[in-house]
């Protein structure tokens, strides 16, 4: 389950403030985005290689079952 509030007011916060249309001069600061998406964190060469292997065999099962991935996404 889904806790709707929190996930919209923390989707609401990546593009405004809460009390903006209480004071329109206010300065906004700038998004930072959370640790889990940090471009620092890459893959070791092993990780790509598992990775890349299953992205292969979802490939294949899209292939031979001719799944539309699409519509999901």
């Known amino acids: 389950m889904i806790n709707y509030i929190s996930f919209n007011n923390e989707i609401e916060d990546i593009f405004t403030e809460k ?3 209480k004071n329109p001069t206010k ?10 998406l940090d471009p620092k964190d890459k893959l070791t060469s092993e990780e790509e290689m598992v990775l890349d292997a299953c ?3 979802l490939a294949q099962n899209v ?11």
């Open 55 to 57: 992205m292969k065999r």
């Open 19 to 21: 009390d903006l249309e």
């Open 27 to 36: 300065k906004l600061t700038a998004f930072n985005a959370p640790s889990c």
């Open 63 to 73: 292939f031979l079952r001719r799944l539309l991935i699409k519509p999901f996404f």
